[in-house]
Structure formats: structure tokens, C-alpha cells
């Protein structure tokens, strides 16, 4: 980066949510200005961002970006030949290991990151591990562009960001999975789908503050309704008995058995 200028930071899939997401989170944190952001859309540019560059051509992205933001699905990545002439590739992708990521776009600078739908509400959790080739100052700046969506981890291994796939990278998808199981119940029990819905959603809601608030451990919310042998902890044991601990085991262990095998090469 030339000293005297801001950071330009280039975002190939801006116009997806994500990429928006993350676009957003890096220009109200003052990471970049909008005139320092680059953006690449396939058909129709968006109507947001102003003053920010927008593009067809993911290598003029590239070439005017310091930092280059790889948000598009694994599927697309494949054909996505751009030359990043060694700048700091960080990438969104479930699966692509740093070694196909330093090889394609001709990098030794490259970070697999997994934020979540979350970032649109700067709450993703966001793991993270860095190619051999990175430097303290782009950690700095993976840490500053996803702090800025959330809560940011570097990571010890691959392994561990693609077993967090499932934990973290489903996002929201887990607890509304819970949340329509529970909205589709009190519905079969006669409850209007309104007023099933608000309820539910409120509790979610304040279950997710609470526990950021407090920074408990769960099994210490758990155990404490468990001792207090009330209504709840009779429909917790049912939930055990009918195997839930089971089930979300399975679930984490076929979204980390399916990034490892996005991850291999074809």
C-alpha cells in the first residue's frame, strides 16, 4: 500500500449478501472510504455504496485493491482466474484450502476466514487462519475487517475452521432450525401462527443477549434449570431422551465431513 492513501480493499461477490455485509461493516468501521472500495457484480449493478467502484472485471478489481475479498460461492470459484500478484487474498469460501487459494491467484499471501449471516448485524463470529506467507500486518488487517463484523478468532489449523463450518458458519440456521420446530408445535397445539411466531422469536432473541451479556457457560444455564426440577427441565430431558444431543452431533459432523470434501481438489 502507498503511504499517503487508505486502504483499497476489493470485494469480488460485493453484490451478494455477504460480500455486501462485510463491504458495509469495513466502510461504517472507517477501514476504507468508499472511493478506496471496490466491487464486482455478474448482471445487475446494485444501487448501494455510493462512490464506491464497481466492476464486472474481477482483475481491474484486483489490480486496483490492496487487499482482495474472495466472497463467492465454492462452486464458482473454480473458474475465477485472477491474478492477486501477491496481495493478500482473504477468502469467505467453505472448503478451499490456503494452498489452492496461494496457487490460483498466484499469492503466498492468503487467510480462510468463515463469517456468517450474522455480519449484517455485526454479530457474525468469524474464525480464521493464515497462509505461512502472511505477515503481522495483514493479520492487522484480517482482524480490523471482521472484528468490524463481530467476533474474530485466529484459528490453530484447517481442520479446526472446517469442523467450525458447521458450528459457527451455519450462523443463524441452527437456531432458527429450533425456532420452526418449536413455532410448528405451538401452532399444532392451537396457538395463531402470529402470535407462535413473536413468541418465539422473543425468546431466541433474548436467549442470544443473555448469554452475551452473562458470557456463561450454556451447560451453566442448562444445569441450573435442570436443579430447579420445574417445567423446563422436564421438557429438557424429554428433548435428551429423544436424542438432541444426537442429532446436533450428526448435523456438525456432516457439515465438517462436507467441507473436507469440498476442500479436495478435483
Not at 123 to 149: L, N, Q
Not at 163 to 173: F, N, Q, V
Not at 208 to 218: A, K, N, V
Request: net charge neutral; proline share 5%; aromatic share 6%.
Amino acid at each position: 500500500m502507498d503511504e499517503g492513501r487508505g486502504l483499497r480493499i476489493g470485494v469480488i461477490g460485493g453484490a451478494g449478501w455477504l460480500g455486501g455485509a462485510i463491504a458495509t461493516a469495513v466502510l461504517d468501521a472507517g477501514i476504507a472510504a468508499p472511493s478506496d472500495l471496490a466491487l464486482s457484480y455478474r448482471r445487475q449493478r446494485p444501487d448501494r455504496f455510493p462512490g464506491a467502484f464497481w466492476t464486472t472485471d474481477n482483475q481491474a478489481l484486483a489490480d486496483r485493491s490492496d487487499v482482495i475479498v474472495l466472497s463467492v460461492r465454492p462452486a464458482d470459484w473454480q473458474p475465477l482466474a485472477v491474478d492477486a500478484k501477491d496481495k493478500l487474498v482473504i477468502s469467505v469460501m467453505a472448503g478451499i484450502r490456503l494452498s489452492a487459494l496461494c496457487a490460483q491467484h498466484r499469492t503466498h499471501r492468503a487467510v480462510r476466514t468463515l463469517p456468517n449471516a450474522a455480519a449484517e448485524v455485526r454479530k457474525s463470529y468469524t474464525p480464521w487462519i493464515a497462509s505461512d506467507g502472511a505477515g503481522a500486518d495483514d493479520r492487522r488487517i484480517v482482524r480490523a475487517i471482521f472484528g468490524a463484523c463481530g467476533v474474530e478468532d485466529e484459528v490453530r489449523s484447517e481442520a479446526e475452521i472446517d469442523y467450525l463450518t458447521g458450528l459457527t458458519g451455519s450462523g443463524p440456521a441452527f437456531p432458527a432450525l429450533l425456532a420452526e420446530a418449536m413455532m410448528a408445535d405451538a401452532v399444532a397445539h392451537g396457538l395463531d401462527p402470529e402470535v407462535a411466531r413473536r413468541a418465539v422469536n422473543t425468546v431466541l432473541v433474548g436467549a442470544g443477549r443473555l448469554l452475551e451479556r452473562r458470557d456463561d457457560c450454556p451447560a451453566e444455564t442448562v444445569r441450573t434449570f435442570l436443579d430447579y426440577r420445574g417445567t423446563t427441565a422436564a421438557a429438557i430431558e424429554a428433548m435428551n431422551s429423544a436424542g438432541f444431543g444426537i442429532a446436533v452431533a450428526r448435523g456438525l459432523t456432516a457439515a465438517f465431513e462436507k467441507s473436507a470434501r469440498m476442500g479436495k481438489t478435483p
